[in-house]
T-cell receptor, first 110, second 114 residues
Framework: QKEVEQNSGPLSVPEGAIASLNCTYS??????FFWYRQYSGKSPELIMS??SNGDKEDGRFTAQLNKASQYVSLLIRDSQPSDSATYLC??????????WGAGTKLIIKP | GAGVSQSPSNKVTEKGKDVELRCDPI?????LYWYRQSLGQGLEFLIY????????KSGLPSDRFSAERTGGSVSTLTIQRTQQEDSAVYLC????????????FGSGTQLSVL
């Protein structure tokens, strides 16, 4: 059983709409969660990190964490074609390791 | 350097040959990770270096894989007697240390074993 689950997609969203990406995890002890964006053929880059229950906003991005239900979400408002990428969810496993989901491919259609 | 540098960017080799992949982390970053990513998959942890501490090698898939980090900076991942299932993108990342620190990734090495 994978420890971090993501729908592989592709998730297709029209330009200007809200894209909602979800991630569930199995370890209730996880403390920190991360969303990395990976363009095709490129390396992952950090978009958001979230440590506490609730919402965290940064520009067009909002991360939502619900530890009781063991899920973390990423909302992208006013989606742009440049947001088309694979979004990787990760959680802390130890004081230095991360456990990664397989990623959700997002396509923003103009 | 300005970012994490990996070389070569592409490596094509024949089954049974040895390969060396190089990673030059961001200056001052004490933590260095090697990951493997197969097509359409997430990141598979291989090995972790932190300063002068003993590395965590728990993710290395077999004894054909080894890695070293010299002087707390440059790291080399060596794969001996390559197999076709070793074909993947090998990513190196560095950080200031600790799982909550942002990881900075190199551009990766695409390894193809024929």
């Amino acid at each position: 059983q994978k420890e971090v689950e993501q729908n592989s997609g592709p998730l297709s969203v029209p330009e200007g709409a809200i894209a909602s990406l979800n991630c569930t995890y199995s370890d209730r002890g996880s403390q920190s969660f991360f969303w990395y964006r990976q363009y095709s053929g490129k390396s992952p880059e950090l978009i958001m990190s979230i440590y506490s229950n609730g919402d965290k906003e940064d520009g067009r991005f909002t991360a939502q964490l619900n530890k009781a239900s063991q899920y973390v979400s990423l909302l992208i408002r006013d989606s742009q074609p440049s947001d088309s990428a694979t979004y990787l969810c990760a959680r802390t496993h130890s004081n230095y390791q991360l456990i990664w989901g397989a990623g959700t491919k997002l396509i923003i259609k103009p | 350097g300005a970012g994490v540098s990996q070389s070569p960017s592409n490596k094509v080799t024949e089954k049974g040959k040895d390969v060396e992949l190089r990673c030059d982390p961001i200056s001052g970053h004490t933590a260095l990770y090697w990951y493997r990513q197969s097509l359409g998959q997430g990141l598979e942890f291989l090995i972790y270096f932190q300063g002068n501490s003993a590395p965590d090698k728990s993710g290395l898939p077999s004894d054909r894989f080894s890695a070293e980090r010299t002087g707390g900076s440059v790291s080399t991942l060596t794969i001996q007697r390559t197999q076709q299932e070793d074909s993947a993108v090998y990513l190196c990342a560095s950080s200031l240390g600790g799982a909550n620190e942002k990881l900075f990734f190199g551009s990766g090495t695409q390894l193809s074993v024929l």
